[in-house]
């Protein structure tokens, strides 16, 4: 009865601030609104979800990637970019990569073999690869240079290159994720 109480307070609390004009965003995934009705509703914003994972000696290239994503129309999410201060920065991480459409593990000479948290992002990502449908894509790994990909992962997921030439990799990155958006859309 306590939690039925607890729901219903914040509900009114919610729909209170809506009806003031507030916006209430969810973690970039959409937003909570009132409809005609006058009924609590969620509204996805359309944007697919892109997790970035990398080693920190690739900041300054992934974060050039976010940004040429959310530019392409994707919700890109970096951990630099998203997390707040004070956030339990662990469980984010692992939410943000359930939560996600993509994950692309941006691979590089630095990172390939470095233990730490991009190898830890890397294990959890194809656990959660392995619940999606075989059909849509999820896990997909990016070279940022000429690097080689674990064999463990290359056996399984087409990878993609961002080099020589940048801007044709990131533009057929972007094109193959539209793609596969496209064809999840028409799966639905």
């Given at each position: ?35 005609t ?27 050039r ?27 984010a ?83 193959a ?12």
């Open positions: 009865m306590k939690d039925e109480s607890l729901i219903g307070s914040l509900r009114d609390v919610i729909e209170d601030c809506l009806r003031d004009g507030a916006v209430i965003e969810i973690d970039g995934i959409g937003t909570l609104e009132l409809d009705n006058g009924d609590l509703t969620f509204k996805r914003n359309g944007r697919a979800r892109v997790f970035l994972a990398y080693a920190q000696e690739d900041r300054a290239a992934v974060k990637l976010h940004q040429a994503l959310h530019d392409a129309g994707f919700e890109a999410w970096m951990d630099t970019e998203n997390l707040l201060p004070g956030q339990n920065w662990p469980r991480i692992e939410r943000a990569i359930e939560t996600a459409d993509y994950f692309l593990g941006c691979f590089s000479s630095r990172s390939s073999n470095k233990r730490g948290h991009f190898q830890a992002e890397l294990s959890y990502a194809l656990e959660i690869a392995s619940r999606v449908p075989p059909d849509h894509a999820f896990f997909v790994p990016v070279r940022l240079d000429r690097c080689k990909i674990p064999e463990h992962i290359a056996k399984r997921v087409h990878y993609m290159d961002l080099f020589p030439n940048w801007e044709d990799g990131v533009s057929l990155l972007a094109s994720l539209h793609a596969h958006e496209k064809s999840r859309k028409q799966a639905d």
